[in-house]
């Protein structure tokens, strides 16, 4: 089996010297692909003949001198939730099953026109719902660090494509820590930028006004080339910010001088993490505060409701984005039987959702509904409001927050599989990014036992460039993100 | 006391056009009572007077001109449906089915 993909600036560097082709690296993706997947499970749908037809006209642009972006002819990999043209997209959801996108989200359109070669669709929790990788209709991912361990989630598809060196780079969603977590869980980086700095045209919605497009990747440096390919304005999507994206990579400068950290003050630190977590956690911060970077405490008290105020949101916003899924315009019908389109709609939601997507359907048709919607929905969006409150008031103090991304490293498969709220408050410290909106980043600072340690960095709203500088400064004072999974 | 009951869970099953089995309905009461149970610690966060965050950007509606552009073809826009005619969905009968329903 070939070694697995270097970085993207690593492969991009040596396809502009000539020491290999975009062929060859597709070619090295799917043999992996091939070697590794049936264990791991990352990928839902491959795409091999028309990845290798956009590698050969990424030579050939090469050839003539031609390179639209560093991410030419570089392999990556979507999160089935992120829709191309021609391509399948099921969510994991027995609901799609069938269904071919006529048409690209924009982050792929960004992606296609700056030569990025997309090789497939990675697993995910069924509407990206879930924290595991488990609520798959098409079985769970495994962790490539242990094959008995989730991958975390949702992204866990495109976390554990990266982790095993399938690719150099993939895409997921990040709804409540959809990409942070399975990133730390399988020790890579994943970032969600600023609500709104990137398109959401084509993501298929979970919870609009949370869901954020982001990249995986091995190194901070990498984020920055792929996030310069995929954020700014998009006339399909007015959640889109108007700010023209900035040169991330030209702010990674590796200097974190005069940057005061925020960590977290006991009190608000209501948890759980495990002492290997505090651990890594906290030689990290040691790490920057070394290169130079302040380091002092903020408050934060009302996230410890995040969980709480999140599932309410998140529930509500879901059971309205899910309702188009009707069995009429496509998707999964349930045969015809007795009633009319009512009793259609039911039984072809009943068989199409999965067991957690029905949940959350329900909870969020709860909290809305007459007689409830001040109790839970509104009181949820009002606590919400003490929480960015929070974080403006803790950045006026600091630049960024560090705290873990996960409370422990990953879990067995099944584990929380029987207890769904057990499952959410593994989410305690990624959710309220994004009831905020702000940018965070997860890199790897270690390992727990042999399993990957997430720290995470948490910025002001539009300075991802920011949070991409301290985890780049960090990666290259330290090793931890060269680590790889034991084979 | 119960956060939720059976009959209420059954009519928000019907208001999600979610048909529930028996077993399912009373395993999805229990799931969303534990929930319910956990959320309730929000009614100690005093939010007199607070605004509510529906959206964490401006939500003023932005324009633009309205210029004819490039929509879904009609064959296309239909071409995922499990059942069409035409250009057209097809579906069950619909008039007359709220009564029923």
């Known amino acids: ?487 | 006391m119960s956060r939720i009951s059976r009959a209420e869970v059954e009519r928000i099953a019907h208001l999600a056009r979610l048909r529930l089995e028996p077993a399912e309905a009373d395993e999805a009461r229990r799931r969303l009572e534990a929930i319910l149970d956990y959320v309730a610690q929000l009614e100690a966060v005093d939010t007199r007077g607070v605004q509510a965050t529906t959206s964490v950007i401006p939500l003023a509606t932005p324009t633009r001109d309205d210029v004819p552009g490039e929509l879904l073809a009609p064959e296309v826009a239909v071409a995922n449906a499990p059942s069409a005619r035409g250009s057209a969905f097809t579906v069950p009968r619909v008039l007359d089915d709220e009564a029923e329903g």
């Open chain 1, 1 to 487: 089996m070939s070694e697995p993909l270097e970085t993207v600036g690593e492969l991009a560097a040596r396809l502009a010297a000539g020491a290999t082709s975009a062929r060859a690296l597709v070619e090295r993706s799917f043999e992996r692909l091939d070697a590794l997947d049936p264990a791991l499970h990352a990928f839902l749908f491959t795409r091999r003949e028309a990845a290798l037809a956009e590698a050969d006209a990424s030579d050939a642009r090469r050839a003539r001198g031609e390179r639209r972006s560093p991410l030419d002819g570089i392999p990556v990999a979507l999160k089935d939730n992120i829709v191309q043209a021609g391509e399948p997209a099921s969510c994991a959801s027995r609901i799609l099953a069938g269904y071919v996108s006529p048409f690209d989200a924009t982050v792929v359109a960004r992606l296609r026109a700056a030569g990025a070669v997309i090789v497939g669709r990675t697993n995910l929790d069924e509407f990206a719902m879930g924290s595991s990788t488990e609520n798959s209709c098409a079985g769970p991912t495994r962790n490539p660090w242990d094959p008995s361990r989730s991958p975390g989630g949702s992204s866990g598809g495109s976390a554990a494509a990266v982790a095993a060196g399938i690719v150099p780079a993939a895409f997921g969603s990040d709804t409540g820590g959809s990409i942070r977590q399975p990133a730390a869980l399988c020790g890579v980086v994943g970032m969600k930028p600023t609500y709104g700095r990137v398109s959401r045209f084509g993501l298929i919605a979970f919870a609009s006004s949370l869901d954020q497009i982001g990249p995986f990747a091995r190194t901070a440096a990498d984020c920055a080339l792929l996030l310069e390919a995929i954020a700014g304005h998009d006339p399909h999507d007015s959640t889109s910010l108007p700010e023209p994206a900035p040169d991330f990579s030209r702010a990674l400068t590796g200097d974190v001088s005069g940057l005061t950290l925020g960590v977290l003050r006991e009190a608000d630190d209501q948890s759980g993490m495990t002492p290997g977590v505090h651990a890594r956690v906290s030689e990290a911060v040691a790490e920057l505060e070394r290169a130079g970077a302040k380091v002092r405490e903020v408050s934060l008290p009302h996230t410890r409701f995040g969980i709480a105020a999140y599932y309410l949101i998140a529930t509500a916003e879901a059971s309205s984005n899910l309702a188009r899924y009707d069995g009429v315009r496509y998707g999964r019908r349930a045969a015809d039987g007795a009633g009319g389109i009512t009793a259609l709609y039911e039984r072809t939601r009943a068989e199409g959702f999965g067991a957690e997507v029905k949940r959350r359907i329900l909870l969020g048709t709860y909290v809305l509904s007459a007689g409830y919607y001040d109790a839970y929905y509104r009181k949820a969006q009002q606590v919400r409001t003490l929480l960015r409150r929070d974080f403006d008031a803790a950045f006026e103090a600091c630049d960024a927050i560090v705290l873990p991304t996960t409370p422990e490293a990953a879990f067995r498969l099944g584990e929380k599989s029987s207890d769904p709220l057990a499952l959410y408050l593994a989410d305690v410290f990624t959710v309220s990014a994004n009831l905020a909106g702000l940018p965070g980043v997860s890199i790897p600072c270690g390992l727990d036992a042999g399993l990957p340690v997430g720290f995470q960095i948490l910025g002001r709203p539009l300075e991802d460039a920011t949070v991409l500088r301290i985890a780049d400064a960090y990666q290259r004072r330290t090793e931890h993100h060269l680590a790889r999974p034991p084979r």
